[in-house]
């Protein structure tokens, strides 16, 4: 039996809508799941007279939020029309407050229906932090937004990919933040995180690559604060113990090349950019978004809302279908592709 999922249309004035829209319809998305799309019918109603290309006609149940509660459709795709803004003062491509609570609302939504265990997994579109901000919601990202909202004790953002796979020690700081951020048992939470997910998602024990804070990984103590010796290290033979296959502190600028990559499944990255620039430019346009740690499936697509095409029919949809197969798989026991790295 399919697993029903949850896509949420993300900030209204961004490539959300178009991109869920066409998941609606998309052969492959349908044969792996039924998509729900928590959004609004307004938007869609609006975006399908913008006579941009690529936009199909979708066909699919509409329900409000309470009626999805308490009789989910199980076998087709269906429009959770949560009526959070008013689509006719939309300005496509435009940062609003309305348009980011918008986009909380749907998320909101959404993490409701799956702890109550009416969709197996929840996969997002992409939101705008300035949008967020200025709504008045007080969290800079998804992967803060899930696990308050579900209550997780912890948690991390994975980056998957068949080419590389990054999980973040820490996400959406300042640079000056990072080492105060860091910890033992935090760089050990992520390093168990990737390595329980990446096990399902492989089907055998993962290798995980904990990467050094500084240049060198520190060159022993020569560059920073002692942070690989202090935190990295520790955290790595923890984890060893554990018995999890994992080694550290790798030295960060070789540990992306081709050669070092292809000793590892997956590596743990202390900030944002250490991780997401490799990635980035290994797998832009297949890479998925996953949060770790969650009592729920959360995956999402690895770009933002490119509110310079908004509107116009022009975004690639591959992320997102990339998203909605990788949590299908999740949702389904995790069964590897046939492409998964070996």
């Given amino acids: 039996m399919k697993p029903v999922l949850a896509l949420t249309m993300g900030d209204p004035a961004g490539v959300g ?4 829209l066409r998941a609606l319809a998309e052969p492959a998305v349908l044969d792996s799941c039924v998509p729900v799309l928590f959004g609004d019918a307004g938007v869609l109603a609006r975006l399908t007279g913008t006579g941009g290309p690529d936009l199909p006609a979708a066909r699919f149940e509409r329900v409000t939020p309470e009626a999805f509660l308490a009789a989910p459709p ?5 429009l959770v029309n949560c009526a959070a803004v008013d689509a006719a003062a939309i300005a496509p491509g435009e940062v609003s407050a309305a348009c980011g609570k918008a986009g909380y609302v749907y998320i909101e939504k959404a993490i409701g229906a799956a702890l109550e265990g009416k969709v197996a997994g929840v996969v997002t579109a992409p939101i705008h932090k300035e949008a967020l901000r ?3 919601v007080d969290h800079p990202g998804h992967t803060e937004i899930f696990t308050a909202l579900t209550g997780a ?3 991390c953002m994975m980056l998957y990919s068949d080419k590389i796979t ?29 390595a329980e997910a990446m096990g399902r998602l492989l089907g055998r024990p993962a290798r995980i690559g ?15 604060q002692g942070e690989e010796e202090a935190l990295v290290a520790p955290a790595v033979a923890e984890a060893r113990s554990r018995g999890i296959d994992a080694s550290g502190p790798l030295v960060p600028d070789a540990a992306f090349t081709s050669g070092v990559r292809a000793n590892f499944d997956a590596f743990v990255c202390l900030y944002h950019d250490q991780g997401h620039i490799p990635f980035k430019m290994l797998a832009f346009d297949t890479g998925v978004n996953t949060t770790l740690g969650l ?12 509110f310079d095409i908004a509107w116009q029919g022009r975004a690639s949809a591959t992320s997102l279908y990339s998203a909605i197969e990788v949590a299908a798989r999740l949702a389904s026991g995790g069964a590897p592709p046939s492409d998964s790295p070996s």
Avoid: K, Q, W, Y
Avoid at 17 to 20: F, G, I, S, T
Avoid at 184 to 192: A, S, Y
Avoid at 298 to 304: A, F, L
């Fill in 17 to 20: 809508p178009e991109l869920c």
């Fill in 74 to 78: 199980a076998d087709r795709p269906t």
């Fill in 134 to 136: 200025l709504s008045g």
């Fill in 153 to 155: 004790p912890r948690s």
């Fill in 166 to 194: 990054v999980s973040m020690a820490t996400t959406h700081i300042g640079f000056h933040e990072v080492p105060g951020r860091l910890s033992v048992e935090r760089i050990l939470d992520v390093t168990e995180l990737t």
């Fill in 210 to 224: 904990v990467l050094g804070l500084n240049p060198h990984a520190g060159e022993h103590g020569l560059f920073g």
């Fill in 295 to 306: 009592p729920i499936i959360r995956t999402s697509v690895d770009h933002g809302t490119a």
